[in-house]
């Protein structure tokens, strides 16, 4: 993996991420996950985006270099994990919605629940980034070429083993064609549409 593979618009490096692993190494020990499905979102062009508005304190990771990691929290709950991508000073992310834990599964069961199934283990954003151990501490961080959290190539995934469809629970630009997820794979979260969504124009 390198920095001129994610130079691109988010929804074009989104499908190329499956099947990458992203590896963070905390005091606790190490686990790694190869991903499994993505979503695009597309900064200032993308009303789902949390760059639309513009740049903030708590988006400017978004905005470049390509190659670091963008983390936030979802409703005061959850940490969520992006992959910057595209041309500095133009946000751009892909979001790591789920992955299958190949490194450290021991680990990442006991921080996500002694009962919980492998395939659950990393299914969905917070469960992603749970069972890794990123936190907002992690924000910013360099993928490539850091210690504490590394974007590594993984197995080849063929085209045909790509599927499309629109983004999960969010309510604007809810039916863009922006997630990117391996076809029948266990560890990938189920569609959900947002009880707020309505019908928008987009890519």
């Known amino acids: ?3 001129d593979a994610l130079a691109h618009p988010a929804e074009e490096v989104a499908p190329r991420l499956l099947g990458s692993v992203l590896t ?8 790694s996950i190869a991903i499994t499905e ?31 990691l963008y983390v936030y929290r ?27 834990v190949i490194e450290g599964e021991d ?6 629940g002694e009962t919980v199934e492998s395939a659950r283990l990393a299914r969905g954003p917070g469960n992603f980034c749970q069972a890794l151990g990123i936190t907002g501490e992690h924000n910013g961080a360099e993928l490539l070429t850091g210690t504490s959290v590394v974007l590594s190539n993984g197995e080849s995934v063929p085209a045909a083993l790509i599927r499309i469809g629109p983004r999960v629970g969010v309510s604007k630009a809810h039916d863009w064609q ?8 266990p560890t990938v979260s ?14």
């Open 178 to 185: 922006h997630r990117f997820y391996l076809a029948d794979d």
């Open 38 to 68: 993505t979503e695009a979102y597309s900064g200032t062009a993308d009303p789902a985006s949390h760059a639309y508005r513009g740049r903030t304190p708590r988006n400017a990771v978004m905005f470049g270099p390509a190659g670091h």
């Open 74 to 100: 979802s409703h005061g709950l959850h940490w969520c994990a992006n992959v910057v991508t595209g041309t500095d000073g133009i946000a751009s992310a892909v979001l790591i919605r789920a992955g299958r």
């Open 24 to 31: 963070c190494k905390t005091p606790g020990g190490t686990v």
């Open 107 to 112: 680990l990442a069961r006991r921080r996500r």
């Open 190 to 203: 189920a569609y959900r549409l947002s009880p707020r969504a309505k019908p928008s124009a987009g890519a």
């Open 1 to 3: 993996m390198n920095v």
